[in-house]
């Protein structure tokens, strides 16, 4: 059974950056798409980044310019760059593995979650 291992979360300061890995156990991680949603509290889960398979990206607004998904299927592994973290990145993240490309991305797979707090 296939499953999906965050880690990497933790306590940064406002400008800083973390990088979250992704570890998915199974033979299908390298013919699905992986996305990294977040859900902070009192709000809906957003989906943050997706990488398809033939590696290409797609970004929610939010977060442009400052997060890069990254993946190595060498060792089943996906990652979510960081970088100039607000307050407003602060959320549990969560990987996931599954289908439909950059703009029609479908979940199949959840990991548990890391929580991410951006704070002083």
């Known amino acids: 059974q296939v499953q999906l291992v965050e880690s990497g979360g933790g306590l940064v300061q406002p400008g800083g950056s973390l990088r979250l890995s992704c570890a998915a156990s199974?033979?299908?991680?390298?013919?699905?798409?992986m996305g990294w949603y977040r859900q902070a509290p009192g709000k809906q889960r957003e989906l943050v980044a997706v990488?398809?398979?033939?590696?290409?990206?797609n970004y929610a607004d939010s977060v442009k310019g400052r997060f890069t998904i990254s993946r190595d299927n060498a060792r089943n592994t996906v990652y979510l760059q960081m970088n100039s973290l607000k307050p407003e990145d602060t959320a549990i993240y969560y990987c996931?593995?599954?289908?439909?490309?950059?703009?029609?991305?479908?979940?199949?797979?959840w990991g548990q979650g890391t929580q991410v707090t951006v704070s002083s």
């Open positions: 199974g033979s299908i991680f390298s013919i699905n798409d």
């Open positions: 996931t593995n599954g289908r439909g490309g950059v703009y029609s991305y479908t979940p199949g797979l």
């Open positions: 990488i398809t398979s033939g590696y290409r990206t």
